[in-house]
């Protein structure tokens, strides 16, 4: 079975982007998860139970709290961490409502990049810094790094 690579990181870090170009770039399928805090549960259940190789994984961000799915994951393949500062992600965002963000009454998107790095940290096989790079960068980085543990 080949490995495949799962991307995690806060909401406009590239998950989707990055993800899609990659997989283009090293023959992968591109599969995308969407998901939303309020359905933790369902997403776990998805996540969990997919079933694939040679794909690209680009997970809602919320699946670090799954840990039926992360485990998954890790058996499946290798976990991409896309980190950016929280400076970047501000930046990049902008308005979380209208990027569409979920954030618990009363939690800012301080608290939410707080609460999840550590997440983040805790499942990452590889760990891409983005702060500073442009796109392609940040694609040609994450390309080096999967072959570099190939």
């Known amino acids: 079975m080949k490995e495949n690579l799962i991307f995690i990181g806060m909401p406009a870090v590239g998950k989707s982007t990055v993800g899609i170009v990659v997989a283009k770039r090293l023959g992968m399928n591109f599969i995308a998860e969407v998901g939303d ?7 776990n259940q998805v ?5 694939c190789e040679n794909a690209v994984i680009s997970p809602g961000g919320s699946v670090i709290y799954c840990e039926e799915a992360m485990e998954h ?6 976990i991409v961490y896309l980190k950016a500062s929280y400076q970047t992600i501000k930046k990049r965002i902008r308005n979380p409502k ?3 963000v979920v954030l618990k009454e009363g939690q800012t998107l301080k608290n939410l990049y707080d609460e999840r ?3 983040f940290e805790k ?3 590889i760990t891409i810094d983005e702060d500073g790079c442009q796109i392609e960068e940040t694609i040609d980085n994450v390309i080096r790094a999967v072959e570099g543990e190939a």
Do not use: H
């Open 123 to 125: 499942y990452a096989d």
């Open 98 to 100: 209208k990027r569409g």
């Open 47 to 51: 996540n969990r139970d997919i079933q």
């Open 117 to 119: 790095v550590g997440y």
């Open 73 to 78: 994951f890790k058996e499946i393949g290798k």
């Open 37 to 43: 805090d309020g359905f933790l549960k369902i997403e």
